[in-house]
């Protein structure tokens, strides 16, 4: 598959999302795990995970990381060159809005518990998951620092960053901002200017949510007739033709597809073979949606 580069790790340009075999509504394990094989299968060498993806419950934290580990362990061939990517400043303790904690001794004790789960001595990529307001930014971000210079984590990332953000960890972090994962799709564009500081600085840039949302992402070619037009003359779904606009944005862009299903995971892959015309990716750019 078409390589992307995360820091200095390079791995496939789409990538897969864990989060929705471990939140309300999930599958059962064998089908997790088969859509996890069925990604190593095809390439995908970059998972992204959470502590946080979980039934809301405090004896669920950590579900869908010891899921990944469980299914790459299993996994009948070479993973060595997989990146396992997780989160943490996140919480779910109870149903309703997440919580955040970005306090320094947490997030630093919270990748500790992160790595024992995904079985590694250190995490290939942390990502401080949410800004806690009740914490100053870069007091957070300088717990990553620690964890990269205690050989706890690899790489460091955020999420749910805006521009100043961005800037701040990696002036933090002395230039060793991997990467930040922000919500961009063809529903949700708001991140335009965090993608475009990312290409500037040469940051991985990781869409979540790239195709609008567990809710909405069946439902991507109705919404939006432009990405369903372009899919019916290439002959793919309108969900590839939204991960191959979001490729060609920029080449630090990695999108990372959730799927709960193997079909899901091989349909998103294939948009690492499609190349966009200027024209095509023109009229993408000022696609609205339709009215209803």
């Not at 073979?273 to 009215?291: C, F, G, N, W, Y």
Request: hydrophobic letters at 40%; a negative charge.
């Amino acid at each position: 598959m078409k390589q992307r580069v995360i820091g200095d790790v390079s791995v496939s340009a789409i990538g897969l999302g864990g989060m929705p075999m471990s939140i309300e509504g999930r599958p059962d394990e064998r089908q997790s795990i088969a859509t996890i094989h069925a990604a190593l299968e095809a390439g995908v060498t970059l998972i992204d995970t959470a502590d946080a993806y979980h039934l809301a419950a405090y004896d669920e934290v950590g579900h869908n990381e010891s899921l990944i580990a469980k299914a790459v362990r299993e996994f009948h061939g070479d993973t060595s060159d997989v990146l396992i990517a997780t989160k943490g400043g996140h919480l779910r303790p109870e149903p309703g809005p997440w919580a955040q904690n970005g306090r320094p001794e947490y997030l630093k004790e919270a990748a500790k518990a992160s790595a024992k789960r995904l079985g590694v001595d250190a995490v290939g990529l942390y990502q401080f998951h949410r800004p806690d307001p009740a914490v100053p930014y870069a007091d957070s971000i300088g717990a990553l620092a620690e964890l990269l210079d205690e050989g706890v984590i690899r790489m460091a990332g955020i999420s749910n960053a805006d521009p100043d953000q961005i800037r701040t960890a990696n002036e933090v972090l002395d230039g060793r901002l991997a990467s930040v994962q922000n919500q961009f799709s063809p529903k949700f564009r708001s991140s335009e200017p965090e993608l475009a500081l990312c290409d500037e600085l040469g940051i991985a840039f990781l869409p979540w949510s790239p195709l609008g949302g567990i809710a909405n992402a069946a439902d991507l070619g109705t919404a939006y007739e432009d990405f369903a037009y372009i899919a019916r003359d290439r002959g793919v779904s309108p969900q590839v033709v939204a991960l191959a606009w979001e490729l060609q944005k920029s080449d630090v862009v990695v999108p990372i597809p959730g799927a709960s299903r193997p079909q899901s995971i091989l349909d998103s892959v294939t948009a690492a073979t499609i190349k966009l015309r200027p024209e095509d990716v023109a009229r993408l750019d000022a696609s609205q949606p339709a009215v209803a």
